[in-house]
């Protein structure tokens, strides 16, 4: 027991909110419960209500939390790749893929609750501008870059979305460097680097 309420004490609020997406991504917005979550994390309910007043502030926080991870840290991880608006665009698409089944969970829930739709639109547009950004870079003319930029995002979400669990990520990341090459031009060795 002692050991359990050392480790409730080093919890913090972003250790519930990683849990809680953690747990979001595995069982959708139904398994984010409280006595879930602590049993998962091996800790007790209070350190929860140490940092959250209820579940439904949890909720409100997870939203954030989401929206921040899958889209500001994205773009503040990916803005220190140095190279081509080609690599970066590779890089982006390549972490959409493999934070999948945030997304998927994500929209599923957008389905039920409009606040958690506001938040997944708001999402997609940060992250089409941030594409068609790159593509501008690239050299293409804006109703091209446009154009690539939603075939390029709205492919690899929606495959991800809808048919994550007929795939692997190993191939869908083979396919997104093929689609990548057919749009940029660019092609890609395995580790990125061009070839």
């Given at each position: 027991?002692?050991?359990?309420?050392?480790?409730?004490?080093?919890?913090?609020?972003?250790?519930?909110?990683?849990?809680?997406?953690?747990?979001?991504?595995?069982?959708?917005?139904?398994?984010?419960?409280?006595?879930?979550?602590?049993?998962?994390?091996?800790?007790?309910?209070?350190?929860?209500?140490?940092?959250?007043?209820?579940?439904?502030?949890?909720?409100?926080?997870?939203?954030?939390?989401?929206?921040?991870?899958?889209?500001?840290?994205?773009?503040?991880?990916?803005?220190?790749?140095?190279?081509?608006?080609?690599?970066?665009?590779?890089?982006?698409?390549?972490?959409?893929?493999?934070?999948?089944?945030?997304?998927?969970?994500?929209?599923?829930?957008?389905?039920?609750d409009e606040r958690v739709a506001t938040a997944v639109r708001r999402v997609d547009r940060k992250r089409?501008?941030?594409?068609?950004?790159?593509?501008?870079?690239?050299?293409?003319?804006?109703?091209?870059?446009?154009?690539?930029?939603?075939?390029?995002?709205?492919?690899?979400?929606?495959?991800?979305?809808?048919?994550?669990?007929?795939?692997?990520?190993?191939?869908?990341?083979?396919?997104?460097?093929?689609?990548?090459?057919?749009?940029?031009g660019w092609r890609a060795t395995v580790t990125g680097s061009p070839s």
């Amino acid at each position: 027991m002692a050991g359990k309420a050392a480790k409730t004490q080093r919890l913090g609020t972003h250790d519930w909110l990683a849990g809680a997406l953690e747990t979001l991504g595995r069982e959708g917005v139904i398994g984010v419960r409280v006595e879930n979550l602590a049993r998962s994390m091996g800790v007790t309910k209070g350190s929860f209500y140490h940092h959250f007043k209820d579940k439904e502030e949890l909720i409100n926080r997870l939203r954030e939390h989401w929206e921040s991870e899958m889209t500001d840290k994205i773009d503040a991880h990916l803005s220190h790749l140095h190279g081509k608006p080609a690599q970066q665009l590779l890089a982006f698409l390549e972490v959409i893929a493999k934070t999948n089944r945030y997304d998927a969970a994500m929209r599923a829930w957008a389905l039920h609750d409009e606040r958690v739709a506001t938040a997944v639109r708001r999402v997609d547009r940060k992250r089409l501008k941030y594409v068609r950004d790159l593509f501008l870079r690239m050299g293409f003319p804006a109703d091209q870059a446009e154009m690539r930029s939603r075939m390029s995002y709205c492919y690899v979400v929606g495959e991800c979305t809808t048919l994550a669990e007929e795939t692997t990520l190993k191939s869908r990341l083979e396919d997104i460097r093929l689609r990548h090459e057919f749009l940029t031009g660019w092609r890609a060795t395995v580790t990125g680097s061009p070839s």
